[in-house]
């Protein structure tokens, strides 16, 4: 089984969000990038289903050379090669079609990803890739097994929860239980070094939509405290001051 | 012209996240002087769509059979698609749900249209071009988001916006739409559904539990006082972590993010991941006997104090406000 896995090169989850004094553009300044953390569901399972079943897995990237440290992080936890395509990603339509293109290239059985990236929240480029490619897409699923050209998912839904089997080719985004992301160990790490990561270039796509500005939530007020031995009297403010029960 | 709402039903009803979609939907065709349509897709009673009226739609489609129950990624695309050239859409708004950017990804390609989620206010429009506001950074910031194609798509965060209700009636029509066995794949065989529960996603009131809580045994002091507010229930990454709670009940950065009009956080620290999850609430109680707790910087209301002696007090009063 040839599996397919998109990473996207997130800021740190602890990061301290801030904007370039123009409010145009992300300040990287001090912020540690990591893998998107949904993506590293995605890449842990892809690993398991390797490992019980045999294949390759590829990590694929749209980056500039600074996201190389993440893909080879993803060699060092189990990915056998990866694929960096060379470009600012600008929006989910233009990183959609570098995926979709490589992944036609590849003849890759199984596509996956995690359900939205923590920077950008799209929820967009599963849907996108596999509407290029013309097969199906699952999203988010919770739950993956693969049985010979079958797999199987649990995808979430608002309530509850659905099982769907479908025919491989598939995309499938991913979100928790999942899996449980790996730590690379020594190991891993050294590998990972001789790993191929081949850099190729983008192919011709438009941008449909143009991040123009950044701004930050309305700081709060400050915090009202309550005595704990008079606490019924926050269910009064609760539905007289604040009205919102 | 027009501007085409998808609208999610569950158990005959429609979603409150749908009366949302449609209030903002009613408001994009207002401003650009077209109608506003519905679109629904499975087994929901006439009479409560015409209720769909009070949110601004003038018509609402009906596309209803046998294999369109549950949520069929491939036949909703295309029905999608279909009501949006049958009523020659400008704008298609979603929920930003699961179904909504389940589908929205895919229509976005077919159709060529510019797409924007997570939006939480309405475009401001400029000739062809729209600017939509839409969460980014986990709910830690917003960013302005550029439309250029000429169909625009837009998927509405939850509780982002407002319900208006005013008189009317919307008209009923039906939309045929001929689906192929290929349409159908990925139908579920089996459905999993969490009964008796306040939808987290949509609840207006959500209270939520950390470690704070030392361990399962002390779970029902979060179920009472959910249950007292007519809320659901949530937990910290910890919580769902260590098997407590299951992982769809887990808010944060990694699990899902809501926005009810009142979150109550227990005995949760407020790590900067977990704020990411909740910080678009409203109103925001943190419950903690740490005063120096990270979470009361983003609260409305605190209480330093012990979750086990706090929660049955507020329980308590809740059920007394309802009596």
Known sequence: MKILVCISNVPDTTAKISFTPDNKAFNTAGVQFVINPYDEYALTRAIELKEAQGGTVTVINVGEADTEANIRKALAIGADNAIRVNAKPTDAFFVAQQIAHYAQEGAYDLILMGKESVDYNGFQVHGMVAEILGISAITPAVKLDVNGNTATLEREIEGGKEVISVVLPLVASCQQPMSEPRIPNMRGIMTARTKPLKVVEPVGAEAKTIFESYSLPEKKTGVKLIDPANAEELIRLLRNEAKVI | ??????????????????????????????????????????????????????????????????????????????????????????????????????????????????????????????????????????????????????????????????????????????????????????????????????????????????????????????????????????????????????????????????????????????????????????????????????FFKAADYGIVGDVAEVLPKLTEAAKALNR
């Open chain 2, 1 to 294: 012209m027009s501007v085409l709402v998808l609208i999610e039903c569950a158990d005959g009803q429609v979603r409150k996240s749908s009366l949302e979609t449609a209030s903002y939907g009613a408001q994009v065709a207002q401003a650009m002087g077209t109608e506003a349509v519905g679109l629904v897709i499975g087994d929901v009673p006439v009479d409560e769509l015409q209720l769909l009226g009070r949110q601004g739609m003038q018509k609402v489609y009906l596309c209803n059979n046998a294999n369109l129950k549950d949520f069929v990624p491939g036949a909703f695309v295309k029905i999608i698609a279909q009501a949006a050239q049958t009523v020659n859409a400008q704008v298609i708004i979603l929920a930003n749900s699961n179904i909504g950017t389940a589908v929205g990804s895919r229509l976005a390609i077919r159709l060529g249209a510019s797409l924007v989620t997570n939006a939480v206010a309405l475009p401001e429009i400029d000739g062809n071009t729209f600017k939509v506001k839409k969460s980014v950074f986990s709910g830690k910031a917003f960013a302005e988001v550029v439309l250029t194609a000429d169909l625009k798509i837009i998927a509405v965060k939850k509780n982002a916006v407002d319900i208006i209700e005013q008189e009317g009636t919307a008209e009923i029509a039906t939309l045929n739409v001929d689906l192929a066995a290929a349409d159908l794949i990925g139908a579920p065989q089996e459905t999993i559904r969490a009964t008796g529960e306040v939808l987290l996603t949509e609840a207006d009131v959500v209270v939520s539990g950390g470690r704070g809580l030392r361990g399962p045994e002390n779970w029902h002091l979060i179920e009472d006082l959910a249950k007292a507010l007519g809320g659901a229930t949530a937990c910290s990454k910890p919580v769902a972590d260590s098997g407590w709670r299951p992982h769809h009940e887990h808010v944060g950065q990694t699990g899902i993010t809501i926005s009810p009009n009142l979150y109550v956080a227990a005995g949760i620290s407020g790590a900067i991941q977990h704020l990411g999850g909740v910080n678009s609430s409203k109103v925001i109680v943190v419950i903690n006997k740490d005063p120096e707790a990270p």
